[in-house]
């Protein structure tokens, strides 16, 4: 990761560590069950589009689509839960946003949500909801949201030797929970990967997804701020991370009801990761 993702990643990873999205739903075990390939159909296509992988088979890394293609958008939110955040939530502590998720269905926005296995399990109904719902895409974030290198803002991190059966854990608690086509992309905890993590996924078939514009919404107050610092940002083929939380970003509904208006006036068209995807392996 060079300097400047990684600055830009500690807006937001803060937030990460704490964010969620969706309704509440009854805690689900987690059994460590192999998954022999993460890549499935999805609402639009037999098989979504991935990157090809990088030199000796190292998982590629997509952060924003074509600049040239037209004003597409792709709205990304972060559905974290850490592995030992379940008595936060037993306590009463809100890692859901039904809220953001009903303004971004009546306001018709399709999107991607990176999802952790520990929320899927946490959140089983919401996580069967959003799987089923051709307006949503849901990917894979991770089971534990641990870091995948070790210097990551503070998160705990997964051992070397870990990493790739952590993402196999995560899409089967994706499936346990119901949700039926989990996309073949993979969003670092924190944003944060080093070569070492990238070979560690290798042969897995996902596409790494970053980003290039951070909202700041994680902890924010002023969501004037955050919506300005999103408009700020976009660009054609932008892809946006958001959180999607009631306790770690509070304002997220907000933005998504002051931005998505506004682009739209702008001539912009909100779209999944997977059509960005799909838009820079047909242009390579």
């Known amino acids: 990761m060079t300097p400047r993702v990684r600055r830009i ?3 937001c990873v803060l937030g990460a560590a704490l964010a969620a999205c969706g309704g509440a739903g009854s805690t689900g075990g987690a059994r460590q069950t192999p998954v022999k390939s993460p890549v499935s159909a ?6 979504p589009p991935v990157l090809a992988p990088g030199p000796g088979g190292l998982t590629p890394v997509f952060q924003h689509g074509p600049r040239t293609l037209g004003k597409t958008v792709a709205l990304t939110f972060d559905a974290d839960m850490t592995a030992d955040q379940g008595p936060r939530a037993a306590a009463g502590e809100h890692f859901d946003n039904p809220d953001l998720i009903g303004t971004l269905r009546t306001l018709k926005v399709p999107a991607t949500i990176f ?8 959140y089983p109904t919401e996580a069967r909801s959003l799987g089923h719902d051709p307006q949503f895409e ?18 705990p991190t997964v051992q070397p030797g870990r990493m790739r059966s952590d993402v196999e854990r995560a899409y089967a608690a994706l ?3 119901g949700v039926p086509h989990a996309l073949p992309y993979f969003r670092f905890p924190g944003g944060c990967y080093d070569q070492r993590a990238l070979r560690a996924l290798s042969g897995l078939g996902v596409t790494a997804v970053q980003w290039d514009v951070v909202s700041g919404d994680a902890f924010a107050t002023d969501a004037d701020a955050v919506t300005r610092q999103v408009l700020d940002g976009v660009k054609p083929g932008s892809v946006v991370v958001m959180h999607c939380t009631r306790s770690a970003a509070p304002t997220t509904e907000r933005v998504v009801r002051a931005v998505v208006p506004e682009l739209r006036g702008r001539g912009y068209r909100f779209v999944k990761v997977s ?3 799909g838009e820079t392996a047909g242009h390579r």
């Open 275 to 277: 059509e960005l995807i």
């Open 42 to 47: 999805s609402p639009s296509a037999s098989r």
């Open 138 to 155: 849901v990917a894979n974030h991770s089971y534990s949201h641990y870091a995948f290198t070790g210097d990551c803002y503070g998160l």
């Open 175 to 177: 499936h346990r929970a």
């Open 115 to 122: 999802m952790t296995g520990r929320w899927a399990d946490e």
């Open 9 to 11: 990643t500690a807006v």
